[in-house]
C-alpha cells in the first residue's frame, strides 16, 4: 500500500467561522475566526496530536470533522470521500467509522443506564441482527477489553470512578468498530497515575486494533507519549509540525519554545538556573486577528515583517514544518 | 429470586424508603381512591337529596359532618365528590402533562421553525391571565367533564411546555446525546430512551404540583358556573359554597377543604417518592 492510499483522514485548508450577529434584526458584524485555514493529513494505524491554548480552536477542529460545526471553507477526506459536500444521507451512512472520546467522564455517560446495556444499546444498531446473547458476549467482550470486569457492566455511572467512566467510553466509541478516533482531551479530567493507564490502554489498542487517533490535547508530555506526529495550534492555526520527539528536543517556532518552558522541571537547582521563556499578555482575540503573523503581538523575536505577512509553512528539516519568518536565524539555541 | 422480583423488591425498597409519611401518604391517597370508587355502599344518603329539615344541621351520628344549606349530608357529598375531583384533576393533568411534555419536546429537539412556532404560542397563551384563558376554552368546549378536562389541561399547557422544553434544551447538549448520534441511533430511540427518562423526575413533581392546582380551579370554575353543574358535588364547589358560613358552621368548608389538602399532599409525598424510586442515584441510599 503507498502512503496515499494509507491516508484516512485528510483535512485541506479547513476554516470554520462562527457569524456574530448583533440586534433582533441578526445584522452580522464579524466572525470568530476559530479554525483559520489548516490542513493535514492522518495516516492509518498513527496517532496526530493537535495541541494549544485553550480557546486555539482544538476542539472546533475535531467537530467540524465529526460534522458538528459546520466548516465555513475546506474539505475533509475521510478515506478518499469529502466528508463536507456528503448529503445528510450518505454521511450517515459513515457516520460509524468515526467516533469520539469525550474529555468530561461525568457528562459523557447516561446516568440512567448501566454500563452494559450503554455497550448494548450502540451495537444493536450496527445494521445486522443480533441475538440478546450475541450482545451480551459481544459488550462484556468490548468491557474486557478495555479492562473491566462483568461486575462493572452492572453498574451505574455514578457508582463507578472518573477512570472507569473512561473506559466506558472507550468501549462506546470501539463499539461502532471505529477507524479514526477523534480523543478530545480524554485524560485533562482525570488524575495522572489513572491519566497513565488510560493513555497506555489507548495505546494497548492502537496495536491490537490497528486504531488512528486524532489527539487533542493541551498537555505537552501526554501528547508526547501518545503521539506519532504533533502540530502545535494557535489562533486556530498551526504554527508548528514534527514528530513528537522533536518537539521536546528541537522546537523551532517561539510559540512552542515558549510552551515548553512553561512545563516546570522537577529538579529544583535546574529550576532556578534555567531560563524561561514569558509570554507576554492573552491570546489575542479570534474575533480580531492580529495582521501578518498571529503570534507577533507575544512574540519576543517580532519584526516588521511579522506585523505584515502571514509566515508560510515550511519545511525546515525532514519531516518539521514551522510557519515562522524567523526560525532560521533562532535555529542555534544552544544553551551555554 | 428472579431478576425481575429483586428490581421490584428494590423498587418498593426506594419507594417507601422515606418511611412513616410514605405509609400514610399511601393509605390516604388509597382511601381516597376507594371512597370515590364505594360511595353508593358507603354512604346510605344520596347527595344531591334536599331535606330542609336538615339545613345546617351540625354534626351528628345521623350526619356525621352534618348537612349544608340545603340539608344534603356532607359526608355523602365528600364521598361523591371524591369522584368528580380526582377524576378530573388526575385527568386534566395528565392530558395536559403529555401534551405539554410532547410539544416541549419536538421544540426543544428541532428548535428551528417548528420550536419557534411552539414557544411563540406559549408566549402568547401566557400573555392572558391563565384563569381567563380557562373560563373561555371551558365555555367553548361545553358544560360537561370532557369539556373541563379539556379546559383545564389547555390551560395548563405552557407551564408544562416551557419546562420540558428547558429541560431538553440543557439535555441534548450532554456527551452521551451526542455519542448516541454518533453511533446512529435513531432520534426516536435518543428522544424515548434518554431524554424523557432523564427529563422525568423534574416532570413528576411539576404533575404532582399541578394535581393540587387543578383541584382549587376546578372549584373556581364550577363557581363560576362552568363545568361541573349544581347540584353535582365536587369538593372545590363544597368549600366555596361553605365558606358563607365559615364562623357558623366551619365544618361546611373546613371538611371538604381537609380533604383537598389530604389528597394533594399524599399525591406529593407519593410524587417524591416515585421520583426518588425510578432514579438509580438513589438506590440503597434511602
Known sequence: MDAQNNIILSVQGLKVHFPLTKGIAKKQIGYVRAVENISFDVERGKTVGIVGESGCGKTTTGKAILRMVKATEGSIYLNGQNLLTMTPREHDQIKRKVQMIFQDPYGSLDPRQKASSIIREILREDGAHHTAKELDDEALRLLTMVGLSEEIGERYPHEMSGGQRQRVGIARALACNPELIICDEPVSALDVSIQAQIINLLTRLQKELGLTYLFIAHDLAVVRHIADTVYVMYLGQFVEKMSSDEMFSSPLHPYTKALLSAIPVVDCEVEKTRKRIELSGEVPSPINCPSGCPFHPRCPYATDICREKMPDREVAFGDHEVACHHYKELLPVKQP | ?286
Open chain 2, 1 to 286: 429470586m428472579t431478576k425481575r422480583s429483586i428490581k421490584v423488591q428494590s423498587f418498593l425498597k426506594t419507594f417507601f424508603g422515606r418511611g412513616f409519611i410514605v405509609y400514610a401518604a399511601a393509605l390516604i391517597a388509597l382511601m381516597f381512591i376507594l371512597f370515590a370508587i364505594f360511595a353508593d355502599v358507603l354512604s346510605k344518603y344520596d347527595p344531591n337529596e334536599i331535606d330542609l329539615m336538615q339545613s345546617l344541621a351540625l354534626p351528628s351520628s345521623e350526619h356525621i359532618f352534618g348537612c349544608d344549606l340545603h340539608g344534603r349530608d356532607v359526608f355523602a357529598r365528600i364521598l361523591y365528590g371524591a369522584r368528580i375531583s380526582m377524576l378530573i384533576s388526575v385527568f386534566s393533568c395528565i392530558v395536559g402533562a403529555i401534551i405539554g411534555m410532547l410539544l416541549g419536546l419536538v421544540a426543544g429537539y428541532r428548535e428551528g421553525f417548528i420550536g419557534t412556532l411552539i414557544m411563540r404560542y406559549v408566549d402568547l397563551q401566557l400573555a392572558i391571565p391563565p384563569m381567563l384563558f380557562t373560563i373561555i376554552i371551558g365555555m367553548l368546549a361545553g358544560h360537561n367533564m370532557f369539556g373541563l378536562v379539556f379546559a383545564l389541561s389547555f390551560g395548563m399547557l405552557p407551564g408544562f411546555i416551557r419546562l420540558m422544553y428547558g429541560l431538553v434544551l440543557s439535555l441534548k447538549q450532554n456527551d452521551y446525546i451526542v455519542a448516541l448520534k454518533f453511533a446512529r441511533i435513531p432520534t426516536w430511540k435518543i428522544i424515548l430512551g434518554h431524554l424523557l427518562p432523564n427529563a422525568f423526575p423534574t416532570m413528576l413533581v411539576t404533575f404532582t404540583m399541578n394535581l393540587g392546582s387543578t383541584i382549587m380551579l376546578e372549584s373556581t370554575l364550577s363557581f363560576l358556573g362552568i363545568g361541573i353543574q349544581q347540584p353535582t358535588a365536587s369538593w372545590g364547589s363544597m368549600v366555596s359554597d361553605g365558606y358563607s358560613y365559615i364562623f357558623t358552621r366551619p365544618f361546611l368548608a373546613f371538611v371538604p377543604g381537609i380533604c383537598i389538602l389530604l389528597l394533594v399532599l399524599s399525591f406529593n409525598i407519593l410524587g417524591d417518592s416515585l421520583r426518588d424510586a425510578i432514579d438509580p442515584r438513589l438506590k440503597g441510599k434511602l
